[in-house]
């Protein structure tokens, strides 16, 4: 699986904006920086989406 970080993510977004038009920057960099690092959350040593989905 390949990472990307926040700073990537703003890279994609800006070239996308460049491309595509609207507006640059984020309301809410926090939530950014959370919903980029959720895919990696831990749960008893386990990737804690496929442990919700193991027990869901």
Same mark, same amino acid.
């Not at 926090?30 to 989905?53: C, E, P, R």
């Given at each position: 699986?390949?990472?990307?970080?926040?700073?990537?993510?703003?890279?994609?977004?800006?070239?996308?904006?460049?491309?595509? &038009? &609207?507006?640059? &920057?984020?309301?809410?960099?926090?939530?950014?920086?959370?919903?980029?690092?959720?895919?990696?959350?831990?749960?008893?040593?386990?990737?804690?989406?496929?442990?919700?989905?193991?027990?869901?």
């Amino acid at each position: 699986m390949i990472k990307l970080d926040v700073d990537a993510v703003f890279s994609l977004h800006s070239i996308a904006i460049k491309k595509t &038009g &609207g507006l640059f &920057g984020v309301r809410d960099k926090n939530l950014l920086v959370s919903a980029v690092n959720a895919h990696f959350q831990t749960y008893s040593k386990q990737d804690i989406l496929q442990w919700i989905y193991k027990h869901s």
